[in-house]
C-alpha cells in the first residue's frame, strides 16, 4: 500500500519522548522499531512523523505470506517482455522515503535476512534476483513494528534481528491524553470522552479474563464515532468495545453489563 503524505499533518499525541527519539533515529539513520499492542498509535506515529520530516511513506502490512520478493520486486510479462518491477523495499531505498514494515513479525523470514544489510552500516540492499547491490539514498529510513502482546515465542523477533533498531515501546496513554485524543478525533463531548476511557480502564485492570487483547485506544475511537453520528451510547460501546474483544458469552454479558453502568 501506498501512502502519499497528505497536505494536513496527521493528529498524533505524544504520550512519551517517542518524537524527539524517532528525530534521534532519522538523524543518526538507525532503524526505529516500535513495540506494542494493536491500536495503541503505532502507524498513526509513524504517518505524523513522516509528515514532520517531509518524506515519502510506504508502508507494508506484513503476513505470513509475506515475502522478500514482495518487497523486493520481481520480473513479470509484459507483452513478449520480461520486465523488472521494483517492490515497495526498493523504491524506498532508491528515493529515500520511510518505509513502514508493519507487524514484521508476521512476515516469512526472508524478509529479515533482506533487511539485515539495510539495518547496519552497509544501508545496501541486496536485489538476489538481477545480482545487484544497491546503496540507500542518504534519507532511506527503515521502521517496522511488532506486537509483543501475541508473539507467544514461535514468532519472536531474534535478538540478532532486534538489536539493530532503536525501540519505544507504545503503551495505552495515560487517561487525560487518552480522553484528549477521543475528543480530537471524533469531537465528541468531555464528558462521555472521559466515561469511555474510564470504561477502557476498568476493563484493561481486568486481568482474569484472559483476553488476548484489551481494549485499544481504537476501539475507544470507534464508540466515540458512532455515539458522535448519532449511536445510543450504550449500544455503542457494546458494539464498537466490547464485542470485538471477545466471543465469550458469560464474558460478553458481564462486560456489557459493566459498561452499561459506567456510560
Ligand atoms: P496501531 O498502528 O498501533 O495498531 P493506530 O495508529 O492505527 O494503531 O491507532 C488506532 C487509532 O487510535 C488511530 O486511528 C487514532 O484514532 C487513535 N490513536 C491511538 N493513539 C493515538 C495517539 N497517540 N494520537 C492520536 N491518535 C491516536
Known amino acids: ?26 538523524k ?7 513495540k506494542g499492542s494493536t491500536g495503541t498509535g503505532k502507524s498513526r506515529f509513524v504517518e505524523f ?8 511513506l510506504i508502508t507494508i502490512s506484513c503476513h505470513e505470506e509475506t515475502s522478500s520478493t514482495d518487497l523486493i520486486g520481481r520480473f513479470i510479462i509484459k507483452g513478449a517482455e520480461t520486465v523488472w518491477l521494483d517492490g515497495p523495499l526498493t523504491t524506498a531505498v532508491k ?5 513502514y514494515l508493519d507487524e514484521i513479525a508476521e512476515a516469512r523470514p526472508d ?27 542518504p534519507d532511506f529510513m527503515l521502521v517496522a513494528s511488532f506486537n509483543p502482546g501475541y508473539q507467544r515465542g514461535f514468532k519472536e523477533l531474534k535478538p540478532s534481528t ?13 487517561a487525560k491524553l487518552e480522553t484528549e485524543i477521543l475528543v ?10 472521559k466515561k469511555l476511557v474510564a470504561i477502557g480502564n476498568k476493563i484493561r485492570n481486568l486481568t482474569e479474563l484472559g483476553l488476548t487483547e484489551t481494549v485499544s485506544t481504537r476501539l475507544l475511537v ?41 456510560i
Open 28 to 34: 543518526n539513520k538507525i532503524p526505529f522499531l516500535l
Open 111 to 137: 524478509v529479515i535476512v533482506a533487511i539485515h544489510s539495510l539495518t547496519d552500516h552497509r544501508r545496501e540492499l541486496f536485489i538476489d534476483k538481477l545480482g545487484e547491490t544497491i546503496k540507500a539514498h
Open 222 to 262: 470507534n464508540a466515540a464515532k458512532i455515539i458522535q453520528s448519532g449511536h445510543p451510547k450504550r449500544a455503542s460501546v457494546h458494539v464498537a468495545v466490547v464485542e470485538p474483544l471477545t466471543d465469550d458469552l458469560q464474558t460478553l454479558v458481564a462486560l456489557k453489563d459493566l459498561c452499561d453502568l459506567m
Open 49 to 56: 512523523m513522516a509528515h514532520q520530516l517531509d518524506k515519502k
Open 162 to 174: 532486534r538489536q539493530r533498531f532503536i525501540a519505544v515501546s507504545f503503551e495505552y496513554p495515560e
Open 95 to 99: 528515493q529515500g522515503a520511510i518505509i
Open 1 to 26: 500500500m501506498l501512502v502519499d503524505i497528505a497536505l494536513a499533518t496527521p493528529y498524533y499525541q505524544e504520550v512519551g519522548k517517542e518524537i524527539a527519539v524517532f528525530n534521534q533515529a532519522y
Open 184 to 193: 480530537n478525533e471524533t469531537d465528541i463531548d468531555l464528558d462521555t470522552a
